[in-house]
């Protein structure tokens, strides 16, 4: 069975930093492109980051960029998002994802075209 758990998400004022973590497991994801969304309360779910099955290409929503930095250790079948500078407005429940197309060399930016999520870990931003 596929599971994603991603853990790392807390309370932390503005200014401050947080790093998530997405353990994969049933399945090596190392072939597979993966990306982080997230989603705040009473709006849809958004985009943040995402990375290629080697982990050479990122993609970053125009609001985290320079912020945040997603990377990916394929030999731990594991993903990462550093949060950095973090905002109030970062405030949300934060989801990773992987996608079922092996060997993709591009990245992913819509809800779509992920098959596999995590319940999500919190993330909030005190000002």
């Known amino acids: 069975q596929v599971q994603l758990v991603e853990s790392g998400g807390g309370l932390v004022q503005a200014g401050g930093s947080l790093r998530l973590s997405c353990a994969a497991s049933g399945r090596t994801f190392s072939s597979y492109p993966m990306g982080w969304f997230r989603q705040a309360p009473g709006k849809e779910r958004e985009f943040v980051a995402g990375?290629?099955?080697?982990?050479?290409?990122?993609e970053y929503a125009h609001s985290v960029y320079g912020r945040f930095t997603i990377s990916r250790d394929n030999a731990k079948n594991n993903l990462y998002l550093q949060m950095n500078s973090l905002k109030p407005e970062d405030t949300a429940v934060y989801f990773c994802?992987?996608?079922?197309?092996?060997?993709?060399?591009?990245?992913?930016?819509?809800?779509?075209?992920?098959?596999?999520w995590g319940q999500g870990t919190q993330v909030t931003v005190s000002s």
């Open positions: 994802a992987a996608s079922n197309s092996p060997y993709y060399i591009g990245i992913y930016s819509y809800s779509r075209d992920y098959a596999y």
């Open positions: 990375i290629n099955w080697s982990g050479g290409n990122t």
